[in-house]
């Protein structure tokens, strides 16, 4: 049982909802009684020693802001094992017992590396927009993230209308196609072009053209950028189509914005599950959420596994196409 002291970090790329996440870890330490640092810039931060004791003020006017006060840092030095050992050295100087990682698999994983090599308790939470980590439904981040394409895409939509255009928008998601998946069911989008299934494009415009011939005015397609370039695709359709195409990429918009009400909510009781659990005495866990219930997962299943996306998801987004 931890009754020193306690760490929280943010690594990977940022997702609306770490602050609140990273909030109530610092609350709902304090409030038992043992005191919180804050790891700045990952884990580059932590190399660095860059960590500051925090307090209950620390996180106040927070967890209605996108991004992460603590910063978030790619580290080449902490993929060594003297990168790793010289990190533990700094939370050893202050006498940090335990830490909470919030991020994505990298960032997961690179906990369980330190966890292994030092015995550090290490309690994971999901942070990506991508929600592409192993045993979780939900990852923090990806409802305002998902929030945020289906209202480029409403946007989109009407510009479209008018030009009787086909619109490509290209969205977040290298191995993962949750983002586009969803975001088209939800925006009404024709077809969404993920890298787990495969897609052919010549099929996909002589569907287009034949809706045109009915008096369709415009075609909604959203593409995970692991699925392919949203330029190129968009290029590739005009082509055949004749049909005038336009191709917006909509980038790290993506990643900002005021967290949705279902992040500061889960990410909140994500926060409250990682400090108990770690001040009790639990290590190599990641907390996440299974049929709207927290779940914990062994942290080592949670980084050496692959999501995969539901077929669910495919076959509704086909049947309203």
């Given at each position: ?87 533990f050295q700094n939370l050893q100087k202050h006498k940090i017992e335990g830490l909470v990682i919030i991020g994505g698999d990298g960032s997961l994983t690179g906990g369980s590396l330190l966890s292994r090599e030092t015995g550090i308790p290490i309690v994971g939470l999901p942070g990506t927009i991508d929600n592409d980590v192993w045993g979780t439904d939900y ?183």
């Amino acid at each position: 049982m931890i009754k020193n002291a306690i760490a929280v970090m943010t690594s990977g790329g940022d997702s609306p909802g770490m602050n609140a996440a990273a909030r109530a870890v610092v609350r709902t330490a304090l409030s038992e009684g043992v005191s919180v640092y804050g790891i700045y810039n990952g884990y580059q931060g932590m190399i660095e020693d860059d960590i500051q004791e925090l307090t209950s003020r620390s996180v106040s006017d927070l967890i209605q802001r996108g991004g992460t006060f603590l910063g978030t840092a790619r580290s080449m030095e902490f993929k060594t094992p003297e990168g790793r050992q010289k990190g533990f050295q700094n939370l050893q100087k202050h006498k940090i017992e335990g830490l909470v990682i919030i991020g994505g698999d990298g960032s997961l994983t690179g906990g369980s590396l330190l966890s292994r090599e030092t015995g550090i308790p290490i309690v994971g939470l999901p942070g990506t927009i991508d929600n592409d980590v192993w045993g979780t439904d939900y990852t923090i981040g990806c409802d305002t993230a998902a929030n945020t394409i289906v209202d480029a895409i409403n946007k989109l939509r009407d510009t479209a209308s008018a030009h009787r255009r086909i619109m490509v928008v290209e969205v977040m998601g290298h191995h993962s196609g949750w983002l586009a998946i969803t975001s088209a069911i939800a925006g009404g989008a024709e077809y969404a072009l993920v890298p787990e299934v495969k897609y052919d494009i010549p099929s996909i415009c002589e569907d287009i053209q034949k809706s045109y011939e009915k008096g369709k005015r415009y075609s909604l397609i959203v593409v995970a950028e692991g699925a392919g370039s949203g330029i190129e695709i968009g290029k590739q359709i005009e082509e055949i189509t004749q049909i005038d195409t336009r191709v917006s990429v909509l980038g790290h918009i993506q990643r900002g914005g005021s967290p949705t009400v279902e992040d500061r909510m889960k990410a909140s009781m994500l926060g409250e599950k990682a400090a108990l659990a770690l001040i009790s005495g639990a290590t190599n866990i990641v907390f996440g959420f299974n049929e709207g219930k927290v779940v914990s997962i062994n942290l080592f299943d949670a980084v050496n596994n692959t999501k995969t996306l539901d077929p669910e998801l495919v076959r509704l987004a086909r049947v309203l196409a």
